[in-house]
């Protein structure tokens, strides 16, 4: 009977892998990417001979995509993974869109919103008004619709009530799944048999598409994204799984509830290597000042206890939150950090410099849309000293950081010494990087540029007491930045 089979199917397993080979070692952009994926996974389905080669099974089987609904649950209840165990190295778990907290009114805007999005996506004339119209709201998506749309609405009022309906049957089967504890057993399961090979985990909510202004819109998605990390933080303490890295990108509600968690408590990240935090946390309209201050609140009360789980593993931070929040009420030491990228924060200049001081591995510093609280003025020259006496030569690259409003932001590298300067914009950066690498002073140019008029080229008009006179208590707060003999934010050489 084997003589009958085609000769494809008795070619040895090396024929096999270089076959496979261009598609099994790409290393080309998203799309190209996608395409080898497609390909491989065409080939298994297509040839048996294929299906079970190391090399392709560890490309398909590399990351497993979970969602929470009613599907994949039933995929997580039949799917043997003992085939597939070894080669898995990523679990992506996102919600799905589906949120029981969605209104009417809130369900008919996105809706509409993402209408009028793939309505203008192929024509730029209209892509560009959209961009304008969107700062208005509400009553800029209404300008389009009657500019382009002729008044009439992408949907009937009577088709949106219908899908209304279907919409939130299918939100109320995913809460089911979150209350029933259904979702967080298959969870559990699957975490069990994957995680002595799997070293990332990482928890999305999904993202409508629905332009600017759209924090409102994606409110509901909160209630969804508390459930699945409460469900996922519940799974992985029940197995006793400590991810080598950690990317939580779901919606959170303000109130962080998880943190009282018992679960949460017996959770171990001593070998958390790379975290990145950036869960998206959104207020419902007409929300107050004192529910800003407790979503902040609540943030920096979660980071911080997750980074004291992993105080001495991290290497590599990223913070990234949907809101300007500050970064690090409460100091802690990472002494292991090479790598730290933020986006979007407020930085305390006394604070942060400190958590870079006692950052000794610190090598690499990204700060995008980074707003510096300059205090007293002077405070800014507390973060550029940070990074001129580290021990490590730190490289620092600066997206749109606001040091002070006054000033345009900056965007630049630093952390090199450059060569002379030929124009005023180069001398300032140059200068600021010769001093951030120890290599150059704080001189005219850098104090006119920071500081404008207010103190000589030594500093010493900015403020009397940061030159080493004892006048105030802020001594004791700089204290716990530089010794007791470098309390002085910006040094002449």
Request: hydrophobic residues 35%; contains cysteine; negative net charge.
């Amino acid at each position: 009977m084997s003589e009958l089979r085609p000769a494809f199917y008795r070619l040895p397993v090396e024929i096999l892998i270089l076959i496979v080979k261009p598609f099994c070692e790409y290393n080309y952009h998203y799309g190209e990417r996608l395409q080898c994926l497609s390909t491989l996974r065409a080939l298994r389905l297509s040839c048996s001979q294929f299906a079970y080669l190391p090399c392709v099974q560890a490309k398909l089987f590399a990351v497993i995509y979970l969602k929470s609904c009613p599907e994949h649950v039933k995929r997580l209840e039949t799917t043997d993974f003992s085939r597939i165990t070894p080669y898995v190295r990523s679990i992506f778990i996102e919600s799905t869109k589906y949120t029981w907290g969605t209104s009417f009114e809130l369900f008919k805007e996105v809706v509409t919103r993402q209408a009028i999005h793939a309505h203008a996506a192929d024509n730029p004339e209209r892509s560009t008004d959209l961009n304008n119209f969107q700062w208005k709201g509400k009553r800029g998506y209404g300008l389009y619709v009657e500019k382009y749309m002729k008044g009439i609405p992408p949907l009937p009022e009577d088709e949106m009530e219908k899908s209304y309906e279907t919409y939130m049957a299918r939100a109320n089967e995913v809460r089911e799944l979150f209350d029933s504890g259904s979702f967080e057993q298959v969870l559990t399961a699957a975490f069990r048999k994957l995680s002595s090979f799997t070293h990332s985990l990482r928890i999305s909510t999904w993202d409508p598409d629905v332009g600017r202004s759209r924090n409102h819109c994606l409110a509901p998605s909160m209630l969804v994204g508390d459930a699945l990390f409460t469900a996922v933080l519940r799974s992985v303490s029940a197995v006793d799984w400590t991810p080598a890295d950690l990317s939580v990108n779901c919606s959170l509600t303000k109130e962080f509830s998880w943190l009282e968690d018992p679960k949460w408590a017996s959770i171990n990240l001593a070998g958390l290597k790379d975290l990145e935090f950036s869960p998206g946390c959104y207020l419902w309209p007409g929300s107050t000042i004192q529910d800003y201050v407790q979503n902040e609140t609540g943030w920096n009360a979660a980071l911080t206890s997750i980074l004291k789980k992993c105080q001495h593993s991290l290497t590599s931070l990223k913070l990234s939150p949907s809101r300007a929040h500050s970064f690090c009420r409460d100091v802690i030491a990472l002494p292991n950090l090479e790598t730290l990228e933020i986006e979007e924060l407020c930085v305390s200049p006394r604070r942060f410099a400190s958590f870079l001081r006692l950052s000794k591995s610190l090598r690499r510093l990204k700060l995008r849309s980074i707003d510096v609280d300059s205090g007293n003025g002077w405070e800014y020259k507390y973060i550029w000293n940070a990074i001129r006496h580290h021990e490590n030569k730190i490289r620092v690259d600066l997206d749109e950081v606001t040091i002070r409003s006054s000033n345009e932001p900056l965007n630049m590298t630093l952390g090199f010494p450059c060569r002379e300067p030929w124009s005023e914009t180069e001398d300032i950066e140059n200068s600021l990087n010769n001093y951030v690498s120890n290599s150059g002073k704080w001189n005219a140019a850098l104090q006119i540029w920071f500081d404008g008029d207010e103190g000589d080229e030594d500093g010493s008009s900015v403020h009397p007491s940061i030159f080493g006179e004892d006048s105030s208590s802020d001594q004791n707060d700089m204290e716990e930045i530089w010794d007791e003999d470098d309390d002085n934010p910006i040094e002449d050489d």
